[in-house]
């Protein structure tokens, strides 16, 4: 079981930046599929951003492509979601997970999830 710890939520303003990091407890770089979701109060949870194992390729939703980019240190066990123009319909708490198998931005099988970190964007 790989442990995650998410940080670098908060509160911005329309078209600024946050840059999230997913700190895992040990090298998930060639084992494991790498991902951000989010998910709001009454909305089902969504797949953000996903890295495949060794590092590509990466899905991205509609939503977020051209603004958000997944990335990964394994040098540091640590995965990042860079938030760029964000905008109100970002707001939404945004999960790190783990997963040996996935397809685009869905994962299956047994998976780690992180606590979550609050990510809201005022207009």
């Known amino acids: 079981q790989v442990q995650l710890v998410e940080s670098g939520g908060g509160s911005v303003q329309a078209g600024g930046s946050l840059r999230l990091s997913c700190v895992a407890s040990?090298?998930?770089?060639?084992?494991?599929?790498m991902g951000w979701f989010r998910q709001t109060p009454g909305k089902e949870r969504e797949g953000v951003a996903t890295v495949y194992p060794g590092g590509a390729p990466t899905y991205y939703a509609d939503s977020v492509k051209g603004r958000f980019t997944i990335s990964q240190d394994n040098t540091k066990n640590t995965l990042y979601l860079q938030m760029n123009s964000l905008k109100p319909e970002d707001t939404s708490i945004y999960y790190c997970?783990?997963?040996?198998?996935?397809?685009?931005?869905?994962?299956?099988?047994?998976?780690?999830w992180g606590q979550g970190t609050q990510v809201t964007v005022s207009s």
């Open positions: 040990e090298y998930t770089g060639m084992r494991y599929c």
């Open positions: 997970a783990a997963a040996r198998a996935c397809i685009g931005l869905k994962f299956y099988g047994p998976s780690d």
